[in-house]
């Protein structure tokens, strides 16, 4: 069975970075991307960074350009969140998902197999 485990969250000061860890498990082969996705309290899922497997492609929500980056590590089965310029407003439980097919869309309706998650705390 497919299963996300992400890590890496925690307290950092605004102007901070955090790399956050989805380790991907129970999968064989085919054509997908992944999603890093965020939640704050009393607030919609929002679209963070997404990558297509194997074909390098990405794409980033408008409030996380220029400041996050989406990498995979194929052999180890792992994709990152490299955040950097954290801000209060990022403060969220983070988590991945996986969708069919390589294009990189944002809508969290398109994912499955949620991971727990994550939880940034940008806070000074």
């Known amino acids: 069975q497919l299963k996300f485990v992400e890590s890496g969250g925690g307290l950092v000061q605004p102007g901070g970075s955090l790399r956050l860890s989805c380790a991907m498990s129970g999968f064989g082969s085919g054509y997908y991307a992944i999603g890093w996705f965020r939640q704050a309290p009393g607030k919609e899922r929002e679209g963070v960074a997404c990558i297509s497997h194997s074909g390098g492609g990405t794409s980033y929500g408008d409030s996380v350009k220029d400041r996050f980056t989406i990498s995979e590590n194929n052999a180890k089965n792992l994709i990152y969140l490299q955040m950097n310029n954290l801000k209060p407003e990022d403060t969220a439980v983070y988590s991945c998902?996986?969708?069919?097919?390589?294009?990189?869309?944002?809508?969290?309706?398109?994912?499955?197999?949620w991971g727990q998650g994550t939880q940034v705390t940008v806070s000074s």
């Open positions: 998902a996986i969708k069919r097919y390589r294009d990189c869309d944002l809508s969290p309706r398109l994912y499955n197999n």
